[in-house]
T-cell receptor, first 112, second 118 residues
Framework: EAQVTQNPRYLITVTGKKLTVTCSQNMNHEYMSWYRQDPGLGLRQIYYSMNVEVTDKGDVPEGYKVSRKEKRNFPLILESPSPNQTSLYFC???????????FGPGTRLTVT | AQKVTQAQTEISVVEKEDVTLDCVYETRDTTYYLFWYKQPPSGELVFLIRRNSFDEQNEISGRYSWNFQKSTSSFNFTITASQVVDSAVYFCALSEARVVGAGNMLTFGGGTRLMVKP
């Protein structure tokens, strides 16, 4: 089954404690990205990757890091989480420009 | 810069009513793609439709229909004979096909929460 998986689905952590949210896709997509969803703001792109070892900033990259060492995986790293990073995070993957983006189930992160 | 506006933050209807969700977009590209996604209470994002800028034909899929008008930069979504299961947040999104370095970035509107009451 074609899918994007994310782990964990729910995470409560404290300010400053490094965390990683994993993302994996099984569709051999070159393009992967991370979004955060906040009330009234819709989804905003954090980082994206067009291929292995190729990543770039989206609209709201501050406080986040990513890596793309393998085509199927695109982890999101918060080196020192802060309360303003409390949000719902989605990983997405897709093919060529304009193709449908497939979204993971979401990770709800709370930073206290 | 591209922008998507969904002016209706919340809509409440009674079952079997028709409802239209508005979406207005801004882009400088001549080639772009428009999408609608549904987010039910369970939280996942469900793809509904994709439309490219060269195809202004309206589309119907069961009770769902979409009206794309380039002249007004709008891509509105209508649900006919709404049902309780249609209750969800609906997002309109835009992807510019030739933005250098941005790949497939989707710019989302703020979403419209639709509540369908029995």
């Amino acid at each position: 089954e074609a899918q994007v998986t994310q782990n964990p689905r729910y995470l409560i952590t404290v300010t400053g404690k490094k965390l990683t949210v994993t993302c994996s896709q099984n569709m051999n997509h070159e393009y992967m990205s991370w979004y955060r969803q906040d009330p009234g703001l819709g989804l905003r792109q954090i980082y994206y990757s067009m291929n292995v070892e190729v990543t770039d900033k989206g609209d709201v990259p501050e406080g986040y890091k990513v890596s793309r060492k393998e085509k199927r995986n695109f982890p999101l790293i918060l080196e020192s989480p802060s309360p303003n990073q409390t949000s719902l995070y989605f990983c997405a993957s897709g093919g060529l420009s304009g193709d449908e983006q497939y979204f993971g189930p979401g990770t709800r992160l709370t930073v206290t | 810069a591209q922008k998507v506006t969904q002016a209706q933050t919340e809509i409440s209807v009674v079952e079997k009513e028709d409802v239209t969700l508005d979406c207005v977009y801004e882009t400088r590209d001549t080639t772009y793609y428009l999408f609608w996604y549904k987010q039910p209470p369970s939280g996942e994002l469900v793809f509904l439709i994709r439309r490219n800028s060269f195809d202004e034909q309206n589309e119907i899929s069961g009770r769902y229909s979409w009206n794309f008008q380039k002249s007004t930069s709008s891509f509105n979504f209508t649900i006919t004979a709404s049902q309780v299961v249609d209750s969800a947040v609906y997002f309109c999104a835009l992807s510019e096909a030739r933005v250098v370095g941005a790949g497939n970035m989707l710019t989302f509107g703020g979403g419209t929460r639709l509540m369908v009451k029995p």
